[in-house]
């Protein structure tokens, strides 16, 4: 792995040191160029980032905590590589949370955030990039929950984001057929949000995540 062109694509370097090696490790191994059991070697990373051993250990240290590494006891450290029952549970905790905060957040809707919601989708139904439609797509979720106000739920959906979607980024959004249904999914939501149906908006967000199960890839253990 380049980690100098990896570094390259996060940006230039702001903030601390250390958090600037977690950005450009998170980043790889989120976009899927650092993949599922790669090692990764402090003495590389080091070199290559030019930043000396310590930020390293505490970058991946916290990676380890969001659980994307892995480290191993005189063995250094490696991606964590998901099982297809890691992501099928990862599923079904996001949908049941985002259900509760949804339930909390939808009759709290302005008309602006439903304006932007629905500019959202027709940005979706533009959008011809891989990680643009992600980022759409989490943005939707983000919009339609944030008036729960509830940044222990939003932590936990973060955390699941940034694990599961690497596994599912080419299923979810490089099958037009799958993307069509997903922007249709997201409209019926909204549909429902403006028809003040606050528990309709909330059980089609849980089935909507649901969904994503059945697009788990077929190699995982």
């Given amino acids: 792995m380049d980690y100098r062109e990896l570094a390259e694509s996060v940006g230039p370097r702001t903030g601390a040191t250390q958090e600037w090696v977690l950005r450009v490790l998170r980043e790889g191994i989120i976009s899927g160029k650092l993949k599922g059991g790669t090692q990764l070697k402090q003495d590389e990373v080091s070199a290559a980032l030019t930043v000396s051993h310590i930020p390293v250990r505490e970058a991946l240290r916290q990676l380890e905590a969001q659980g994307l590494v892995t ?23 996001r949908a049941s949370i985002s259900y509760y905060i949804a339930r909390r957040a939808i009759p709290l809707l302005t008309a602006e955030d439903l304006d932007e919601l ?5 940005e979706q139904k533009a959008a011809s990039d891989l990680f643009e439609e992600e980022r759409l797509n989490y943005k939707f979720h983000e919009v339609l ?5 509830n940044k222990v739920a939003d932590k936990f959906i973060e955390l699941i984001h940034w694990n599961a979607d690497r596994y599912l980024r080419d299923a979810l959004y490089s099958d037009p057929n799958r993307r069509g249904q997903s922007i249709s999914e997201h409209q019926a939501i909204l549909d429902a949000c403006r028809e003040g149906d606050a528990e309709k908006a909330s059980g089609l967000l849980h089935d909507h995540i649901l969904e994503a199960r059945a697009y788990i890839p077929e190699d995982l253990d």
């Fill in 71 to 93: 480290i191993h006891p005189n063995r250094g450290s490696t991606v964590t590589q998901l099982s297809r029952s890691n992501l099928e549970d990862m599923m079904e905790i």
């Fill in 118 to 122: 629905q500019t959202v989708i027709e």
């Fill in 145 to 149: 929950t944030r008036r729960a106000k």
